[in-house]
């Protein structure tokens, strides 16, 4: 990263997104005159927790995460619940803190890594590589450099005349190429860019944008990759504009609803999800994990619904979650006229 500037180069999709989001936010806003009710907060941050640590591995799904959060026993790793605990309060302790300010970023990683790893909330003391197998994608800057690289940062990010939108996307990207931590970088980059969002229009502090990114994980980190690549953040702020687009279209959709019932909200017994206003004795539990995997406004192929739901046996899944929830009429294709098509993809109805 330059000591003064980050390397972005401006192109015309990258300003009609901006453009694009800028509308998207002042619709979202008008229409919310009124603070956003309680009940969909919460839904809205779960969505976010669940996502974020799904990206990092977490294995625990909305069902689950509700579930803990709601203090009942859950059947799961102790490890991804401390994780969904931590998470969870950081977010909500999100409007206490200052991004451009390095005391604040470094409370928010001792939240967030609370009981996970030794040094939470100190920078790294070694070297770090980003692997995908045994294949080196990133090596990240030595120990000895993390003080100034991110004292430069976040001097950049208090004095950027950057639109925030622009702003917050280049700080994530930047963030991630210095990992200043030995463990939760993606975590707080994308907390960060929450938080700074959050400070230019509040409405976007309950914008579920982990869950966009949780559906394109792979283009997440191909998006880092080419940045890295290019050596400047420009592949990464197109697509993180794309998600921050895809957020709002879906936040906008489903606003109507939100207003007056809870949407993918759980019964009292976590097993039971309620569909829009009801709760039917068609929805069994492994429909009610699949629908918790399977987010609105997204299309997923089987093969990707089943990884999600860590499922190897196809007929299981055919029988068991895919064929009776497409018979209740939870979920469609997206082209009925050809169901054996490798690529058919299904989506909530």
């Known amino acids: 990263m330059n ?18 989001i800028c509308e998207r936010v002042g619709v979202l806003t008008a229409m919310r005159e009124k603070a956003l009710p309680a009940q969909q907060r919460q839904h809205n941050r779960i969505r976010t927790v669940q996502a974020t640590l799904a990206i990092e591995s977490n294995t625990l799904n909305i069902e689950q995460v509700t579930a803990v959060l709601d203090g009942k026993r859950v059947l799961g790793l102790p490890r991804e619940i401390q994780e969904v605990r931590n998470a969870f309060t950081t977010y909500e302790s999100m409007p206490s803190w200052h991004p451009t300010q390095l ?11 609370h009981g996970l790893i030794d040094d939470a909330g100190q920078l790294r003391k070694g070297g770090v590589g980003i692997y995908r197998g045994e294949r080196l994608l990133h090596m ?3 120990a000895s450099r993390l003080m100034p690289l991110m004292h430069d940062l976040l001097r950049w ?23 200043p931590f030995a463990d939760g970088n993606g975590r707080m980059g994308r907390l960060w860019q929450t938080l700074i969002l959050s400070q230019w229009r509040p409405v976007l502090a309950y914008l579920p944008v982990e869950s966009v990114i949780c559906a ?3 283009s997440y980190y191909a998006a880092l990759a080419m940045a890295d690549q290019v050596g400047e953040a420009t592949p990464f702020v197109e697509f993180m504009l794309q998600a921050l687009q895809q957020s709002l ?3 906008s959709e489903s606003e109507p609803e939100s207003t007056t019932k809870p949407v993918d909200a ?30 609105p406004g ?52």
Request: aromatic content about 6%; overall charge neutral; charged content about 20%.
């Open 157 to 179: 990010l208090a004095a950027s005349d950057w639109p925030p939108l622009i702003t917050s996307c280049v700080f994530h990207y930047e963030f991630e190429f210095i990992h």
């Open 140 to 142: 990240a800057p030595p």
């Open 216 to 218: 394109r994980q792979e």
């Open 249 to 251: 279209r879906e936040a």
């Open 103 to 113: 005391t604040d970023l470094l409370a928010a990683h001792r939240l967030l890594m």
């Open 3 to 20: 000591a003064s500037q980050p390397r972005l180069t401006l192109t015309v999709r990258m300003l009609g997104l901006v453009a694009d």
């Open 298 to 349: 997204i299309t997923l192929k089987a093969s990707e619904l089943m990884q999600r739901l860590g499922l190897a046996h196809r007929p299981t899944f055919n029988q068991n979650y895919l064929k009776p929830a497409l018979a209740a009429g939870l979920i469609e294709m997206t082209d009925p006229a050809s169901p054996r098509s490798p690529l058919q993809q299904y989506r909530r109805v």
């Open 266 to 295: 759980y019964a009292a017994d976590p097993a039971t999800v309620q569909v829009t206003d009801q709760v039917t004795d068609q929805v069994t539990d492994p429909i009610a994990r699949l629908l918790a995997v399977l987010i």
